[in-house]
């Protein structure tokens, strides 16, 4: 019977360790075919995979060179059951090249745990190259404020057209790039 006992427990916390962590993700994950002037839009969206998500919270980094936040704006995910709402952070920086977003619940006691778009960006495309989009910091925390670990971040990247010289070309000189 102890033995049983001993096995039953082992597999309910073995299944609650194997439970999905929430996710957040740049939707769409790939853009291509936009062109220096070219505008468009990705939503920062939130899988909480069968937890509840109380606030929500990330830096978002982007080669400025390529790309121009042009705007930063809430998504309904946090207020999908309209509960209240605070915008904790919304800024966006395009001489480093990062937005930075915080939001939470507010005047509720729980989560939500369907997925939803936090929030959404609007760039401009500057010049021909590849930007990632990347997370740099993710944090989301459950109606207790407890931050959850092991989130799953799913990065995007744009690839501009003319992102490569279509001939080889002669540089001539000293050039240096902020990299090495």
């Not at 853009?31 to 070219?38: A, E, H, M, W």
């Not at 509960?83 to 006691?109: F, L, P, Q």
Request: glycine letters at 10%; proline letters at 6%; aromatic letters at 10%.
């Amino acid at each position: 019977i102890v033995v049983v006992i001993i096995v039953g427990i082992m597999g309910i916390l073995i299944h609650a360790a194997s439970a999905s962590s929430p996710a957040i993700s740049i939707e769409p994950s790939h853009i291509t075919n936009v062109s220096p002037g070219d505008e468009f839009t990705v939503n920062i969206t939130v899988d909480p995979n069968g937890t509840e998500i109380y606030g929500a919270d990330y830096i978002l980094y982007f080669n400025n060179i390529v790309l121009r936040a042009l705007s930063q704006n809430k998504g309904p995910f946090l207020t999908q059951d309209d509960a209240g709402y605070m915008v904790i952070k919304n800024n966006w920086d395009n001489t480093v090249g990062k937005t930075d977003y915080g939001e939470m619940r507010k005047d509720v006691d729980h989560g939500v745990n369907e997925p939803g778009v936090l929030a959404t960006i609007e760039f401009e495309v500057r010049s021909p190259g590849v930007s990632e989009l990347r997370f740099g910091e993710v944090t989301l925390s459950d109606p207790d404020a407890y931050e959850f670990e092991n989130v799953t971040i799913n990065n995007g990247t744009v690839e501009t057209t003319g992102a490569q010289p279509s001939s080889p070309f002669l540089v001539y000189g000293y050039v240096s790039y902020e990299n090495g």
